[in-house]
């Protein structure tokens, strides 16, 4: 019997039916320390939603203690103005057809808040429910060359191993050169005060995510 067999039951994956309304759900999943990301995360979400998506807007649970964040005065008045926000759910990746990623940059990959969310995919895994996902991700560091893109590949990294379709921007409008230029996922430049050093980074995700639906929209209604 061979490895998927004895994971699945079965040699292939069928990815489930899914009874779709023409309404895509997107759920938008972002950590943020001091605003960047939840800032990138809200431009994707007004974006999806003007396309028409279902849109579930979720941050990813903070693990770092009380002490650390309140060590940051911009890190402890973001938590406390975002506590409202619904915390990211596993169940959140089942439920959507597109998953749009917004993470900082940390010593060049993903913060251990994101690892350790996605970490407990697992099960979701096993069952082969993040078979056909579509996914796109973004990121923010300090430098202009600090790591986003690694992030970014990072993140498409364990994609892969879900199966999922990742939907990165490419060059698929000029908005992408306009913005930093990285095709791989649009991503913010950020100093200490929070002020962000692209133009057009907004018009860069909302194409980035408009590009996530359309493609999330073939793959529920084509396969
Ligand atoms: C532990 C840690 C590691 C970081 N590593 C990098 C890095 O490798 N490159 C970089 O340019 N910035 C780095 N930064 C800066 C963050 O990427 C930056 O603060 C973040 O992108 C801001 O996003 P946020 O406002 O959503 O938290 C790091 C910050 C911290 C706290």
Do not use: C
């Not at 998506?53 to 002490?67: H, N, Q, R, Y």
């Not at 890190?75 to 103005?81: F, G, P, Q, S, V």
């Not at 973004?138 to 600090?146: E, I, R, V, W």
Request: glycine residues 8%; without cysteine.
């Amino acid at each position: 019997m061979g490895f998927l067999a004895r994971l699945f039951g079965k040699e292939t994956i069928e990815p489930e039916k899914k009874e779709t309304d023409n309404m895509v759900k997107v759920a938008v999943v972002y950590y943020s320390s001091t605003g960047t990301n939840y800032k990138m995360a809200n431009w994707a979400k007004d974006a999806a939603e003007a396309e028409g998506a279902e849109v579930k807007l979720v941050k990813v649970p903070e693990l770092a203690p009380m002490e650390a964040i309140e060590s940051n005065p911009a890190w402890k008045a973001h938590y406390e103005a975002t506590k409202d926000v619904p915390d990211a759910k596993i169940d959140d990746l089942d439920w959507a057809d597109a998953i749009i990623w917004s993470v900082p940059t940390r010593f060049g990959n993903v913060p251990g808040q994101v690892k350790q969310f996605i970490d407990q995919a697992g099960g979701l895994w096993a069952q082969g429910k993040l078979v056909n996902k579509v996914v796109s991700a973004m990121s923010s560091a300090q430098n202009a060359h600090g790591g986003q893109e690694a992030t970014v590949l990072a993140l498409y990294k364990t994609m892969f191993h879900w199966g999922a379709i990742v939907a990165a921007p490419g060059y698929t409008d000029p908005v992408t050169f306009e913005s930093g230029g990285n095709p791989y996922g649009t991503s913010a430049t950020v100093d200490g005060e929070g002020n962000i050093q692209e133009n057009k980074l907004d018009e860069a995700i909302a194409n980035q995510a408009k590009r996530t639906v359309a493609v999330a929209k073939a793959v529920t209604s084509g396969m």
